[in-house]
């Protein structure tokens, strides 16, 4: 396994960044900026998604499209109390229990910042049960720390702002635990920047479309229209998954810093069996660390793409983080440097006669080594 050099800072500004489904704009931005150099096309579709095209060197090799979404979860701001409290609505998936004394950014339409808390309740006396009542997020507030609405107002904050957890990125005591806001899926996101750059440094058949997707944590929308934009032969999801390595599961698969995740399946999509095998192959032959990922709730951009014209060649290839869908959360550095190699590997060794391969397989359920 070679060792892989990775821009930290790349990383830092990608969870910094604010962008809920829908507002992905700061983050598109980034991504354009830093793919410049790289690619030799930059579009976008009319949901967001950003396609950033790098040519290969055969006029009909194959199409290939690499899919991380740019949003996170976060929340709108759905009423503002006469008292200067905002209610929230809940954008993607959260479990009201991770959100309490919690600092959040609420992003204008003009673009300034303010930082408030949600609310919560001391302990001192509460009946027991309060303290067992489940917590959803339609009951909370952010608490802005002004007096009354028309503070609120002076700020410029309306209905319908983005809210996103504030949390500035950190790398740990030790330095390859990396925590941070936004890694589902910033920290896949991260790693098709990387590949990108890798890809650019040496001749490639095929024609590469990095995606920067939208929408994917209110229905995987951005990617259902961006396939139609590429059409490819071929597509590689990449995300997060759920790690089970501290003590809440206590199990061992899909600990961090375990190497490479191939998606076998999930709740919406099966990995093509071709594909899937000449992953197997490239990580032996890399000496890479791999693991099987079985995420029955749930999916991936591999959902929507998949299914797009007449089928397209899909998997996804897997990342693992601690404390998904909450202010704060936990990656690994040597697991996105396995994933950046073996994806840079990938991109640059596949042929048209490959993914004829891969759809063979598909078609005939054929078991060869590919």
């Known amino acids: ?177 990396l925590a941070g806001k936004a890694w589902d899926d910033r920290f896949s996101l991260g790693a098709e920047l990387e590949v990108m750059k890798r890809t650019a440094q040496k001749p490639h058949e095929a024609t590469l479309f990095f995606t920067g997707s939208t929408q994917e944590e209110v229905g995987i929308r951005g990617a259902r229209t961006a396939v139609h934009q590429i059409q490819p032969d071929l597509a590689i999801a990449l995300d997060v998954t759920t790690a089970k390595d501290t003590p809440l599961d206590n199990e061992s698969s899909n600990r961090l810093g375990g190497g490479v995740v191939l998606a076998v399946l999930d709740s919406l999509t099966m990995a093509n069996k071709g594909l899937l095998y000449r992953m197997e192959r490239l990580v032996a032959d890399l000496k890479l660390d791999v693991r099987y990922d079985f995420m029955t709730v749930g999916g991936t951009d591999a959902c929507n793409i998949h299914k797009a014209m007449d089928g397209v060649v899909t998997m996804t290839i897997s990342m693992p983080t601690r404390y998904m869908h909450s202010p704060r959360l936990m990656v690994h550095q040597d697991d996105y440097k396995q994933t950046i190699q073996l994806l840079t590997s990938f991109c640059q060794s596949l042929s048209k006669a490959d993914v004829a391969l891969f759809k063979e397989a598909t078609r005939q359920a054929l078991e060869k080594t590919y």
């Open 1 to 177: 396994m070679v060792e892989e050099t990775i821009d930290i800072d790349l990383l830092r500004r990608l969870s910094e960044a604010d962008g809920i489904g829908g507002r992905e704009r700061e983050v598109s931005r980034l991504v354009h900026d830093y793919a410049q150099p790289y690619v030799d096309e930059i579009s976008y579709d009319n949901l967001g998604s950003i396609i950033l095209k790098q040519n290969g060197t055969v006029n009909e090799g194959p199409k290939v499209m690499l899919s991380a979404h740019m949003d996170e979860v976060g929340f709108v701001v759905r009423q503002i109390t006469p008292e200067g409290y905002l209610k929230l609505l809940p954008v993607g998936g959260w479990w009201g229990h991770v959100m309490p004394a919690q600092e959040m950014t609420v992003t204008t339409a003009t673009g300034q910042k303010y930082i408030g808390i949600v609310g919560s309740r001391a302990p001192h006396g509460l009946p027991d049960e309060v303290k067992n009542k489940v917590m959803t997020p339609m009951t909370m507030f952010l608490d802005m720390g002004v007096a009354d609405r028309q503070a609120i107002e002076a700020l410029g904050i309306r209905i319908g702002d983005m809210i996103t957890p504030y949390i500035p990125f950190r790398q740990m005591n030790d330095p390859n635990f």
